[in-house]
């Protein structure tokens, strides 16, 4: 049995509910998508390993292999879950594809379902041939929400290879850069009281200034020490997102929670921040007792040398030079493997996680062509 046509797998991809979502009445399993794929890998001849993740029923990754394992080859990988969408907002069914104008619509067409079809298209090139280093097809979970599907590859190192393409939308631009993240709750614990008398109490509101004030100053410092020009925001950035505290105006606030959200330069280390941030707020809280808690496992930022051999590979068979993108992706995960990891895709990251998500016909050839080419630079 060959292949079933691009669009048709598309549509059994979209029409495939796999949202992530940290609200757990809205998240979704993945298993059925990463059958698909388990299927129609197999039909091409690769050993397939589904992978399931520990102690979260109903979430998987998968690992294909073609031309053995080992430290060399090519891995083709992409994220099987997409974002929850809002159905009254698109104009046309999200779960399913509709071919409208030049495009095809639906969720996870470019964000980024519609990777697996391409990459599987280029793979079947290959059909019957013998590929003297591996070509691993790489399926993950939970990408949109902690990337825990890759985390887990990465802590158990699954996988090897000379060089990674993570399939996300960069409009075939090769992505050589991008930031990291990290989201972080402060506590602050005070003791309410009669406003009357400010002895009475201690105001976790006054506390959460002298907090902020601090934070600014480390983040001027911080602007200081890291600069990177290829970035539109040259600086590592950190935004105070919320600020919960108090219920009246005569009582002392007992208590606050402030929520930042950080995001680092390649080249910064993630633990290291966290502890130097740690550091400042509860310098700056005095003996206001102080919680530091992480709302997200931090991802790193990733960076691949602008001379590296895929980069290069990548910008002669787009006719595009590589660049660097604001959002992150599972990149680090497969760099910290020791893979040349870049980011390469067919769509727009401007049509992602909104209604309407769309993946340009003209961009299907280009894409599997691309991969073909890589495959057969790569493992043959
Ligand atoms: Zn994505």
């Not at 959460?208 to 480390?218: C, E, F, P, V």
């Not at 910290?336 to 390469?344: C, P, R, S």
Request: proline share 6%; aromatic share 6%; net charge negative.
């Amino acid at each position: 049995m060959a292949l079933p046509g691009t669009i048709e797998m598309l549509d059994t991809l979209v029409s495939t509910p796999s949202v992530s979502c940290t609200d757990a009445d809205i998240d979704r399993s993945n298993a059925a998508v990463i059958e698909h794929l388990a299927n129609w890998l197999d039909e091409l001849s690769f050993d397939v390993e589904v992978i399931p993740m520990p102690d979260v029923p109903g979430k998987a990754n998968l690992i294909a292999r073609r031309g053995g394992t080992g430290p060399d080859g090519l891995v083709l990988a992409g994220h099987t879950d997409t974002v929850p969408c809002d159905p009254h907002l698109w104009d046309v069914d999200p779960f399913a594809i509709t071919e409208k104008g030049d495009s095809f619509y639906g969720l996870g067409t470019c964000d980024m379902k519609g990777f697996f079809p391409l990459a599987l298209n280029a793979v079947a090139a290959f059909e019957g041939e013998s590929l003297t280093k591996p070509l691993t097809v790489v399926a993950t979970c939970d990408e949109e929400t902690s990337m825990d599907g890759a985390r887990y590859l990465q802590s158990k190192g699954f996988l090897k290879a000379r060089a990674a393409v993570i399939g996300e939308p960069t409009d075939m631009r090769p992505v050589r850069a991008h930031k990291g993240i990290m989201m972080l709750s402060i506590q602050i614990e005070g003791a309410s009281g009669h406003s009357s008398n400010p002895a009475l109490g201690k105001n976790a509101i006054e506390a959460a200034n002298q907090i902020i004030s601090r934070l600014i100053r480390y983040r001027e410092a911080l602007a200081e020490r890291h600069r990177h020009l290829d970035f539109e925001v040259a600086v590592p950035t950190l935004n105070f997102g919320c600020l919960h505290g108090g219920d009246n105006p005569n009582r002392i606030c007992g208590s606050a929670e402030l929520q930042i959200d950080f995001r680092t330069l390649p080249g910064m280390d993630s633990e290291t921040i966290l502890a130097e941030l740690t550091a400042e707020v509860i310098a700056a809280a005095g003996d206001f007792p102080i919680t530091v808690t992480p709302l997200m496992k931090p991802v790193s930022a990733h960076e691949t040398d602008a001379d590296g051999h895929l980069v290069r590979t990548l910008e002669r068979l787009s006719g595009k030079t590589s660049g660097v993108v604001a959002f992150g992706t599972e990149a680090p995960f497969f760099d910290a493997l020791g893979m040349e990891t870049v980011v390469f895709g067919a769509g727009s990251i401007d049509q992602a996680h909104q209604p309407n998500e769309f993946l340009p016909a003209a961009q299907i050839d280009p894409m599997e062509r691309a991969l073909t080419a890589l495959i057969d630079h790569y493992c043959r």
